[in-house]
């Protein structure tokens, strides 16, 4: 278990259940606590009873017209606020401007290695 796992609570927030199941195997070998959440609603009900520390928000989430940047807004603000990683298979990165409250976007497909260092940072962020 690294340093930055201990005690820290990953948010994993995508419609594909075979992502999110990905993701979790992965972090939780690495000693994180996984939450796994399908829409936005799913997402803010575990935000607002349990700290969340970094959230993997998946951009285009099918239960709003905002998709999961719907999410954002709905986010515990300032230093109780999680660190944010987009995850997106869809947007060209040159054009995307990253809302302040995102910390990181990583781009679909990517490598368990990526995911693990962009939640390791994050995770030693907050």
């Keep these: 278990m690294s340093r930055e796992a201990a005690g820290r ?3 994993v ?3 594909d259940d075979a992502l999110r199941m990905l993701c979790r ?3 939780e070998l690495d000693g ?3 939450l796994e959440a399908a829409t936005v609603d799913e997402a803010a009900a575990h935000t607002e009873s349990e700290r969340v520390d970094v959230v993997l ?4 989430l099918g ?6 940047l719907a999410l954002l807004d709905r986010l515990p603000a300032g230093e109780h606020g999680p660190a944010v990683a987009l995850l997106t298979g869809s947007i060209d990165r ?3 401007t990253q809302p302040d409250r995102v910390a990181a976007v990583i781009s679909k497909p990517f490598a368990l290695e990526e995911l693990a260092d ?3 940072r994050l995770a030693a962020s907050v």
């Design 9 to 11: 609570t990953v948010l």
């Design 13 to 15: 927030v995508d419609d």
């Design 25 to 27: 195997v992965n972090l």
């Design 32 to 34: 994180y606590r996984v």
């Design 57 to 60: 928000l998946d951009v285009r």
């Design 63 to 68: 239960d709003t017209s905002q998709g999961g």
């Design 94 to 96: 040159s054009r995307f």
């Design 118 to 120: 962009v939640v390791r």
